[in-house]
């Protein structure tokens, strides 16, 4: 069976132009944008936003990463678009109070549907058959996931699985908090998403994390870097191994793994690109 390959490509600051040659590596290392995306295709950007803050406050994926792969994605010949949900509300606001407006504005990227969505079934589920898709998912061919790199009081890590969650609309996100209160059962939820929806591609944000209290109220952290695959959970497991987290012990990696999601044992994890310690 062929390893999952994770690039790491390290980058100490948020300049534009340093951040756009380190995803372009960071893809270059895992195939190229074309493995990914064809040209004349939909692509939605999933940006980690929350509720929307200062890019200085780390809760969100940074706009210069935000703009690099924007940026590609266009250069390949994609229809490029972009959303999250919050928790209520429309996702504009946000969206403008994080920075990415300015860039997508800049990059003429399209604001997709967050704030209505669509039930689609899930025949393959592990624990949740059906759920309510923000339409600017549904509508388009694939889906980039751009997660910001934070430590998460019920499943420890949020990162490429859980970014995800913001795929569902608004308030409907507070049912699954309410209804899975056990850390597995919820990360089997966020499972159940990834392998239903299929991002064709993960880019983390980790040159400046979150640690402590996150998703929202943690500290800044610079880890100077960003993470890029096709397996979400090995993409997890090695930004784990890079703060000293035991991925074993971080329940989107169990419930991933026994999904076929992806793997999160480092012997089956090729990482490429620079070295991990």
Aim: charged content about 20%; overall charge neutral; aromatic content about 6%.
């Amino acid at each position: 069976m062929p390893k999952s390959k994770v690039a790491l490509v390290r980058c100490a600051t948020y300049h534009d132009e340093t951040v756009y040659q380190a995803v372009e590596l960071g893809l270059h290392l895992i195939g190229g944008m074309s493995q990914f995306v064809k040209a004349g295709e939909t692509i939605l950007m999933k940006p980690n936003v929350l509720y929307g803050t200062n890019p200085k406050e780390c809760v969100t994926t940074h706009p210069s990463v935000f703009k690099a792969v924007g940026t590609l994605l266009k250069k390949a010949g994609t229809v490029v678009g972009y959303g999250d949900s919050p928790s209520f509300g429309s996702c504009a606001s946000p969206m403008q109070r994080a920075g990415l407006k300015h860039e997508a504005d800049e990059l003429n990227i399209r604001l997709a549907d967050f704030d209505k969505g669509r039930t689609v079934s899930h025949r393959g589920a592990l624990l949740i058959k059906s759920f309510v898709i923000a339409n600017g998912v549904l509508d388009a061919d694939g889906v980039v996931n751009l997660p910001k790199l934070k430590t998460h009081p019920l499943v420890r890590l949020t990162g490429a699985v859980k970014n995800m969650f913001g795929c569902v609309p608004g308030l409907l996100k507070g049912q699954y908090h309410v209804k899975l209160p056990d850390p597995y059962d919820f990360a089997t939820m966020l499972v159940d998403l990834n392998t239903l929806i299929k991002p064709r591609l993960y880019i983390m944000d980790g040159i400046m994390a979150m640690e402590g209290n996150g998703p929202r109220n943690g500290n800044p952290r610079p880890l100077n870097a960003l993470l890029f695959s096709d397996d979400p959970v090995a993409l997890d497991a090695t930004a784990c191994r890079i703060i000293g987290l035991d991925p074993r012990f971080v329940p989107t990696s169990l419930a991933g793994e026994r999904a076929g999601l992806g793997t999160y044992h480092q012997e089956n994890i090729d990482i490429v690109g620079d070295e991990l310690a």
